[in-house]
């Protein structure tokens, strides 16, 4: 081993920002602690041992056999840290690298299909094909977008991009595409007061209040309802969307939030799904300084909500 290679084996800050960890999640920092706490505690051993047996020999086995039992204790647990965070580095690269090749063709796959429609004549079952392709193509989409977005946020460097804007104009552009739609003549309700401006990442709120929204519709029946509201409650802006829909099974609620869950009684509306949505929402809320939660009866429907501080 070369010079550079053992100052870089050294260089504990380094390596911790490979890992992309914090110091206290770091292997090699929590290694040299446990360095430090392991002489301070021999020392201390040393002492008070001298001042018990008084015979130095005696006195010099004990403070030997502790160290040792300390070092091969220490070396065990920071080793296993070391392999997870190794393990983890290598599943976050593994994500980044397949999520990323996959979003062009997908992409492409979604305009080719388009433009086929448009340029082919189809007749009724055709059709039938073409919307099952794109609706699996929009899926795929989805879940990678999904994937990639958990990995980013599993990243400590992770930053959301904060500033001032409207959630009044960020809510309006949402609802635009949500008034009623069209293929389940489910009808979308609006309760919105005007609220203040607040500082927070408006493309990353956007995709909790969409999902929101879109998980209400997917999840209520023809001819059913849905309301969104959005008011301020003291120092909060509060955001709210009931549906009439199917709602969660009382025993899985304390999961609806997990990662790669969903409720059982979603495959009676859609058979696939990442089980990331509601996740990442979570996540998304929580460390933009807020809090989310939800209200829910089976077959009756559920209320999903955050609230988040105006600053």
């Not at 293929?183 to 929101?212: C, G, Y």
């Not at 998980?215 to 509201?229: F, Q, S, W």
Request: one cysteine or more.
């Amino acid at each position: 081993m070369d010079k550079k290679s053992i100052k870089d084996q050294l260089n504990v800050f380094k390596l911790c920002k490979n890992y992309d960890l914090p110091l206290f999640k770091c292997p090699q920092f929590l290694f040299l602690v446990m360095g430090v706490i392991i002489i301070a505690v021999i020392l201390l051993t040393y002492t008070i041992g001298e001042e018990i047996f008084g015979e130095p020999m005696v006195v010099l086995a004990i403070v030997t056999g502790e160290a040792l039992i300390l070092f091969i204790v220490g070396y065990a647990i920071i080793s296993g840290f070391e392999k997870m965070a190794e393990v983890n580095q290598m599943k976050s690269d593994f994500v980044d690298l397949v999520t990323h090749q996959l979003r062009s063709p997908l992409t492409t796959l979604k305009w080719g299909f388009e433009d086929l429609r448009q340029e082919v004549e189809t007749n009724e079952e055709q059709d039938k094909y073409f919307e099952s392709l794109q609706g699996n193509v929009e899926k795929m989409s989805e879940m990678v977008n999904n994937l990639l977005m958990l990995s980013r946020m599993d990243q400590e460097g992770h930053k959301f991009e904060l500033k001032k804007f409207s959630v009044n104009e960020l809510l309006d552009g949402i609802l635009e595409n949500y008034l009623v739609d069209e293929n389940k003549d489910v009808k979308v309700k609006r309760d919105i007061e005007e609220v203040p401006e607040i500082t927070s990442d408006p493309a990353q709120l956007e995709i909790v209040m969409d999902n929101f929204v879109s998980n209400a519709i997917k999840y209520t029946p023809k001819g059913g309802e849905v309301e969104v509201r959005l008011k301020q409650e003291g120092k909060d802006i509060i955001f709210e969307v009931e549906d009439s829909g199917i709602g969660i099974p009382k025993e899985e609620q304390h999961k609806v939030f997990a990662k790669f869950e969903r409720a059982s009684n979603v495959s009676k509306v859609e058979q696939t799904g990442s089980g990331l949505g509601l996740f990442l929402t979570k996540e998304i809320v929580t460390k933009l300084g807020g809090k989310i939660g939800f209200d829910s009866v089976e077959d009756e429907g559920s209320t999903f909500w955050f609230k988040l501080p105006i600053k």
